[in-house]
């Protein structure tokens, strides 16, 4: 996860709270990703950013809303979450979205837990 | 629809002997395939890629894979497992078409549990 870097690494709220996760990525990368891992499940893509537009909401409920400011920062804000949103959430970048050969890079996730 | 298969959630394996850990897929068109790792409490780590050419691919601590296009497999090799490769490995596929806004688009599989015992 060198280069990319997300914080808190633990956060546990309340249905009712507001809270935000933050991503950056110090790797020049203007491609970036939120990922939701619950266990036993495949990594679910929630949002794409290439150059700071977004350009994919993956059926994501409201409660999660994105914002990427630039290239190097990427934030989910939370609301209003369920228990089901307990998971690890992952943020990742890559070069750009032009090709598909480019790797993502991930950061360590943050673990979330709505209680 | 693209789709990535990992057919075992576990694969033991004693320390020195060879592994593998097996993926599948299923896309439209040329695939990129794609082997992450994860540590617990960590994110993925790329380990290594398959884009075109050569279908056995090089990556990262002695890891390789090798890309069989008629079986559509891409299975993940090491001659010599040791303990410290204990972790969660991903299987991915990008999906999608190479225009801006689709290309980097990955699919990922379930994950195998690789546990590598003394």
């Known amino acids: 996860e060198t280069g990319v870097t997300q914080t808190p690494r633990h956060l546990v709220m309340g249905m009712t709270n507001k809270k935000s996760l933050k991503c950056e990525q110090h790797?020049?990368?203007?491609?970036m990703y939120w990922y939701k891992q619950s266990a036993k499940k495949p990594l679910e893509l929630m949002f794409v950013?290439?150059?700071?537009?977004?350009?994919e909401n993956n059926s994501v409920p409201s409660r999660f809303s994105p914002e990427c400011p630039n290239s190097s920062h990427l934030f989910l804000h939370l609301h209003t979450l369920q228990p089901e949103d307990s998971a690890l959430y992952l943020c990742?970048?890559?070069?750009?979205?032009?090709?598909?050969?480019?790797?993502?890079?991930f950061g360590p996730g943050t673990r979330l837990t709505v209680l | 629809a693209q789709s990535v298969a990992q057919p075992e959630d576990q694969v033991n394996v004693a320390e020195g002997n060879p592994l593998t850990v097996k993926c599948t897929y299923s896309?439209?068109?040329?695939?990129?395939l794609f082997w992450y790792v994860q540590y617990p409490n960590r994110g993925l780590q790329f380990l290594l890629k398959?884009?075109?050419?050569?279908?056995l691919v090089k990556g990262s601590y002695g890891f390789e894979a090798e890309f069989n296009k008629s079986q559509t497999s891409f299975h993940l090799k090491k001659p010599s497992a040791l303990v410290s490769d204990s972790a969660l490995y991903f299987c991915?596929?990008?999906?999608?078409?190479?225009?801006?806004?689709?290309?980097?688009?990955?699919?990922f599989g379930t994950g195998t549990q690789l546990k590598v015992e003394l």
């Open positions: 990742a970048s890559s070069q750009d979205m032009t090709s598909g050969s480019y790797e993502q890079f």
């Open positions: 790797l020049g990368h203007n491609a």
């Open positions: 950013y290439n150059f700071k537009e977004q350009t």
């Open positions: 896309v439209s068109g040329n695939p990129y």
């Open positions: 398959y884009i075109t050419g050569d279908n």
């Open positions: 991915a596929v990008r999906v999608g078409v190479e225009v801006t806004g689709g290309g980097n688009k990955l699919t």
